[in-house]
């Protein structure tokens, strides 16, 4: 099995920069796509950033430019760089991974952003 261990979230002004960290643990299967998720009160999981399985990167229109996603294959960490936030930005962060040779698929706890006006 695999766990994900999310931190990183908080208050921060629009304008603001924040990141978020994802560490796993367990045994993780390749190919597998690792990354965010998020999630606003009344809205579905969309997709803000990912590593593929075949290790580039993708990202939600919303944040193209202004996010980053990068990582660590040695320790199993993934980060989500955040930068000129806005309001619209605010919600729970999930991480997220999937192996397909398992078919496996496991999301952090959530780390929640709050960016105020």
């Known amino acids: 099995q695999v766990h994900l261990m999310e931190s990183g979230g908080g208050l921060v002004q629009a304008g603001g920069s924040l990141r978020l960290s994802c560490a796993a643990s367990?045994?993780?299967?390749?190919?597998?796509?690792l990354g965010w998720y998020r999630q606003s009160p009344g809205t579905l999981r969309d997709l803000v950033a990912i590593f593929t399985d075949k290790d580039s990167t993708a990202y939600g229109d919303s944040v193209k430019g202004r996010f980053t996603i990068s990582k660590d294959d040695a320790s199993n960490t993934v980060w989500l760089e955040m930068s000129s936030l806005r309001p619209d930005d605010a919600g729970t962060y999930y991480c997220y991974y999937r192996d397909f040779i398992r078919n496996l698929g496991v999301w952090g706890q959530g780390s929640q952003v709050t960016v105020s006006s």
């Open positions: 367990g045994v993780m299967a390749k190919p597998n796509v």
